[in-house]
């Protein structure tokens, strides 16, 4: 599992955007492991990662998704981190930190993206080296025209499970967007 430092030093802002990091003071009162605390001050997200994903620094950001939308008691353990392309909010599920996407289109039933925050910035971190592998073989516009070769599409899939296996099950945000990458 990659560390905070780490991940730092290997996303490339430049060229993928700023990090968003947390002030440590500002989790100490919150009720998560000081694993997810320290990526979220150290190693910090991604502001705007592919594939098309935005997680946001508002106000919103790392409170329950019930303090911000109009939503059930019962969804009060998301802890609201962004949004994927479609809308549907990107969250920590507050008792075992996976990371998961509330289906907006399926009455907010939940789909599952990484087993934990270190493992959901691995996998971005990853799907950001395998559009800059497409670009370099097939050109500037490889990701935007799905032009991505066999050989990067099968190494980001290996990688994905590598990093964290749950996420390549059916159902599951790592396993859809390699599928609709294969698929294109």
């Not at 694993?35 to 106000?59: A, D, M, R």
């Not at 998961?100 to 270190?118: A, H, M, P, R, T």
């Not at 996420?167 to 967007?177: H, I, K, L, N």
């Amino acid at each position: 599992m990659i560390l905070p430092e780490e991940f730092n030093d290997k996303w490339d802002i430049k060229n993928n955007g700023p990090l968003i990091k947390v002030n440590s003071k500002d989790l100490s009162n919150l009720n998560f492991s000081n694993q997810l605390k320290e990526f979220l001050s150290v190693g910090g997200i991604p502001e705007t990662p592919p594939p098309y994903l935005e997680l946001t620094s508002s106000e919103a950001f790392l409170r329950p998704i019930t303090d911000t939308f109009d939503m059930p008691e019962e969804f009060r353990k998301y802890w609201f981190l962004g949004s994927n392309g479609n809308g549907d909010p990107i969250c920590i599920v507050e008792d075992h930190e996976h990371i998961v996407f509330l289906n907006s289109s399926d009455q907010y039933k939940e789909v599952f993206i990484n087993s934990s925050l270190n493992q959901f910035a691995e996998c971005l971190l990853s799907y950001s080296l395998m559009i800059d592998k497409a670009i370099e073989i097939n050109g500037e516009d490889a990701y935007i025209d799905n032009d991505i070769p066999d050989s990067t599409l099968n190494w980001l899939r290996k990688e994905i499970e590598r990093i964290d296996s749950k996420s390549m099950e059916d159902e599951c945000f790592w396993s859809f967007e390699i599928h609709n990458l294969c698929e294109s």
